[in-house]
Each structure stands twice: as C-alpha cells, then as structure tokens.
C-alpha cells in the first residue's frame, strides 16, 4: 500500500476530527501532498494540498477550519478539521502527486461521518 489513510469515525457538529495519511519514503519525499473528499452523489473535491516546500492551499469554503501539514520525518500528512459540520460527511481520500511528472497515487479513502 503506497498510501494509507486512518483517523476517520463519527463526530458530532462542532467537534473535531485528524485525519493521518502515511505514504512510503520515496512517494512522500517527491510528492506534493493533499487531501480530496467525496460525499455521496457528489464528485470528489479538493479539501486542501500541501507541496513538497509546505506551501499550502485549501478550498476557499473550508478555510480556517481545515489545516493540511506534512511531517517530513514521519512521512505522513495530517488534515485537522475542527468545527465539524453534517457537510463535512464524505469518504476523504489522501492524494500524492509525484513532482515533475505528475503522477498521482490515491489512498483507500477514509469515512467521515458528522452527526446533527
């Protein structure tokens, strides 16, 4: 498995949840990082990204409740969700692009599921 994602569960409106991806060493280190989610009947949405340098880029409608990082040493990417809310329900998938080439590697995806 090049990529896995973990952390997802069931969370009431208002609360918070962190979702971890662990990528393998050579991925991790050549790739710009992200994190996409797909609720039912909707297609799949950019959540946030973070490059290989640690810029960051989020989808403007979860700014300031969502923060991507990547821990470089541990070959893992985090997105902290905070102030969860029932929209927020979706299957999260974690997201590596290959610098240069632009290959991309999708992990198994991860349910998130904010209860009203």
């Known amino acids: 498995v090049q990529l896995q994602a973990s952390g997802g569960g069931l969370v009431q409106t208002g609360g918070s949840l962190r979702l971890s991806c662990a990528a393998s060493?050579?991925?991790?280190?050549?790739?710009?990082m992200g994190w996409y989610r797909q609720a039912p009947g909707n297609q799949r949405e950019l959540v946030a990204t973070?490059?290989?340098?640690?810029?960051?880029v989020y989808a403007d409608s979860l700014k300031g409740r969502f923060t991507i990082s990547r821990d470089n040493a541990k070959n893992t990417v985090y997105l902290q969700m905070n102030n969860l809310k029932p929209e927020d329900t979706a299957v999260y998938y974690c997201?590596?692009?290959?610098?240069?080439?632009?290959?991309?590697?999708w992990g198994q995806g991860t349910l998130v599921t904010v209860s009203s």
């Open positions: 997201h590596a692009l290959l610098y240069g080439i632009n290959y991309a590697y």
């Open positions: 060493g050579n991925i991790f280190r050549s790739s710009d």
């Open positions: 973070v490059t290989i340098g640690g810029t960051t």
